[in-house]
T-cell receptor
Framework: KQEVTQIPAALSVPEGENLVLNCSFT??????LQWFRQDPGKGLTSLLL?????REQTSGRLNASLDKSSGRSTLYIAASQPGDSATYLCAVSDTNAGKSTFGDGTTLTVKP | DGGITQSPKYLFRKEGQNVTLSCEQNLNHDAMYWYRQDPGQGLRLIYY???????QKGDIAEGYSVSREKKESFPLTVTSAQKNPTAFYLCASSLGRDQPQHFGDGTRLSIL
């Protein structure tokens, strides 16, 4: 059974700092990996989707990498801003019918 | 604007009562999903549907039921058999397995 772990559970940084969020998974037979942002009491917003054949994806200040063989993904946020404060979740999709397994998330606080 | 609409935003259930959560999308997506989120945790998959008139159980389907009679609609019924229904319920859709999942704003279910 796939298990997804996100470390740390919470992170607090000063504005302007670059930071890395980690996601690890136990079964490397994945179809894709997706990073999401969740604001309190809201649904999830998709940030980046990496297919299993890809190594990384970039969108603005965000860069996500994928190392399937080691079961790891990282989300790099450059020049953090207070508006980046949210919970970030990663999800891996299996190779069959598209079932996704989510991590518990990392709650990021960016202080002005 | 295209999107996913979940209703109601808040729902209260009495003991022994079945309740139905609505999820409607106008994105013309084939796949739809239902997740449950408990405080401080990630999402767990309840049911998913890849095409109309077909759906599969996720990891925690016991006490829940769904239907997929129309492409744009995927209602979730929380039955009286679900003994711990208090949670945040999220509906998502995607164009296909290799496409990002898009989420609604969720329904918060509580027990009276």
């Amino acid at each position: 059974k796939q298990e997804v772990t996100q470390i740390p559970a919470a992170l607090s940084v000063p504005e302007g700092e670059n930071l890395v969020l980690n996601c690890s998974f136990t079964d490397s037979a994945i179809y894709n990996l997706q990073w999401f942002r969740q604001d309190p009491g809201k649904g999830l917003t998709s940030l980046l989707l990496i297919q299993s054949s890809q190594r990384e994806q970039t969108s603005g200040r965000l860069n996500a990498s994928l190392d399937k063989s080691s079961g790891r993904s990282t989300l790099y946020i450059a020049a953090s801003q207070p508006g980046d404060s949210a919970t970030y979740l990663c999800a891996v999709s299996d190779t069959n019918a598209g079932k996704s397994t989510f991590g518990d998330g990392t709650t990021l606080t960016v202080k002005p | 604007d295209g999107g996913i609409t979940q209703s109601p935003k808040y729902l209260f259930r009495k003991e022994g009562q079945n309740v139905t959560l609505s999820c409607e999308q106008n994105l013309n997506h084939d796949a739809m999903y239902w997740y449950r989120q408990d405080p401080g945790q990630g999402l767990r998959l309840i049911y998913y549907s890849q095409i109309v008139n077909d759906f599969q159980k996720g990891d925690i389907a016991e006490g829940y039921s769904v239907s997929r009679e129309k492409k744009e609609s995927f209602p979730l019924t929380v039955t009286s058999a679900q003994k711990n229904p208090t949670a945040f319920y999220l509906c998502a859709s995607s164009l296909g397995r290799d496409q990002p999942q898009h989420f609604g704003d969720g329904t918060r279910l509580s027990i009276l």
